[in-house]
């Protein structure tokens, strides 16, 4: 299927690594150019080759910044001629228990997992209208719709993400105009930050990491970690010319993990 968005510019956000890289490789296959950003230049700058090689055809624009502070949007914007596609991403908050965060802890996780994505999405949207095309995904988390006790900084700050989007993606200047905005929610995918996870999960109890893996890889219905390429896929799908009826949606892509009905 072509999906229609050879030639289109998108930001990606948070993207040397897992789900973020994964989106631009699949949106880089389909013709589109895109600005990538990370905190750590080497693995922004081999992440940017390697998306180079899969299509020498497009533009790949590596920004090293951090998108959560003003100076690191505002470079990442600028790196991108016009923003067709914005994919909104950044490092999850840490675990911990809500006794132990002051106020600034929260600032720090509403202003990264809320606030980011809503500044992104107000420089973007209105030109997208404008133009008559506009995708933005924001990548939020399944805590979105089962909340998990240990992340409740994520569980609060994305939900406070999910129902501003809500309301904006229905907006009809934005819906009539072919400008939607949607969330995936991932359940577990093999990337840096789940390994990670795991590995201190793994410390924290004495298990060996394989079983720890072990045990989150079969407490899933697929038997399976999701891969960052099929999360990318999915994305790629969201932001092409077919997926102009789908807005304001939140999409799990977690193996079946989420135990409800709808
Ligand atoms: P990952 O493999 O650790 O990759 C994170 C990427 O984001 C890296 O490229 C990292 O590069 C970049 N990044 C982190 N903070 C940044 C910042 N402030 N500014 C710019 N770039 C930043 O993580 P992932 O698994 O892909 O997770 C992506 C998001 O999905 C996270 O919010 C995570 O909480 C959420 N999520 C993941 C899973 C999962 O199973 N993987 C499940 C649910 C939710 P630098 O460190 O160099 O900046």
């Known amino acids: 299927m072509d999906l229609g968005i050879n030639g289109k510019w998108a930001l990606v956000c948070a993207a040397s690594k897992g789900l973020g890289k994964g989106c631009a490789a699949a949106l880089v296959r389909e013709g589109v150019n895109v600005v990538i950003t990370a ?4 693995a922004l700058q081999a992440t940017a080759a390697e998306l180079q090689a899969l299509n020498p055809a497009v533009k790949v624009v590596p920004v090293a910044g951090d998108i959560t502070t003003p100076a690191g949007r505002a470079a990442a914007l600028a ?45 973007v949207v ?27 900084l994520s569980n609060g700050a994305r939900s406070g993400l ?4 809500a309301g904006v993606a229905r907006q009809s200047k934005l819906a009539s105009r072919n400008v939607t905005l949607n969330a995936l929610l991932p359940g577990p995918f093999d990337t840096d930050r789940l390994r990670s996870g795991m590995a201190s999960a793994a410390s924290k109890s004495g298990q060996s990491l394989e079983a720890v893996v072990e045990a989150r890889r079969k407490a899933n219905p697929s038997q399976r970690f999701g891969t960052a390429d099929e999360f990318g896929a999915f994305c790629a799908f969201l932001c092409s010319v077919h997926a102009g009826y789908i807005t304001g949606q939140n999409l799990l892509l977690d193996g079946g993990a989420y135990p409800g009905t709808f």
């Open 126 to 152: 209105d030109p997208m209208a404008a133009r008559g095309f506009g995708r933005v995904v924001n990548i939020t988390s399944a805590a979105v719709k089962a909340p998990i006790d240990v992340l409740g």
């Open 79 to 123: 790196a991108c001629p016009q923003v067709d596609i914005l994919i909104n991403n950044a490092g999850g908050p840490p675990p911990g228990d809500f006794r132990d965060w002051d106020r600034d802890t929260w600032i720090k996780a509403v202003d990264a997992n809320m606030l980011t994505p809503i500044e992104l999405i107000k420089a």
């Open 39 to 42: 905190r750590g230049l080497e």
């Open 162 to 165: 999910t129902g501003f989007v």
